[in-house]
């Protein structure tokens, strides 16, 4: 099992820009594909990004352009580079593991199996 611990949320203007940090401790970090998922009041959970274990990566429609998810293997630490933030971003922000290593890019919240508790981003108008 890999603990996970999120950090960077915070309060911003619409426009502006925040970086989430991940930190990863307790197993390899580097065959793990890693994902940034958002939960906003009301709704269910979303995907927003993953990387894989070699760095390729994926997004959904609401963040492309804007949001880039990057890993730094050497210090387990995955981040998440939010530009030109809206309203709408406003969620807790989730980072989580892969449950096993597949090698692949994953998009699903059930291929993963480790989750931290949670950074909160409110962006105002």
């Known amino acids: 099992q890999v603990q996970l611990v999120e950090s960077g949320g915070g309060l911003v203007q619409a426009g502006g820009s925040l970086r989430l940090p991940c930190a990863a401790s307790?197993?390899?970090?580097?065959?793990?594909?890693m994902g940034w998922f958002r939960q906003a009041p009301g709704k269910e959970r979303e995907f927003v990004a993953s990387?894989?274990?070699?760095?390729?990566?994926t997004y959904s429609d609401s963040v492309k352009g804007r949001f880039t998810i990057s890993r730094d293997n050497g210090k387990k630490t995955l981040y998440l580079q939010m530009n030109s933030l809206k309203p709408e971003d406003t969620a807790l922000y989730y980072c989580?593991?892969?449950?096993?290593?597949?090698?692949?890019?994953?998009?699903?919240?059930?291929?993963?199996?480790?989750w931290g508790q949670g950074t909160q981003v409110t962006v105002s108008s």
């Open positions: 990387i894989s274990w070699s760095g390729a990566s």
């Open positions: 989580a593991a892969e449950v096993v290593p597949t090698y692949r890019i994953v998009t699903g919240q059930g291929d993963f199996g480790s």
């Open positions: 307790g197993r390899i970090f580097s065959i793990y594909a």
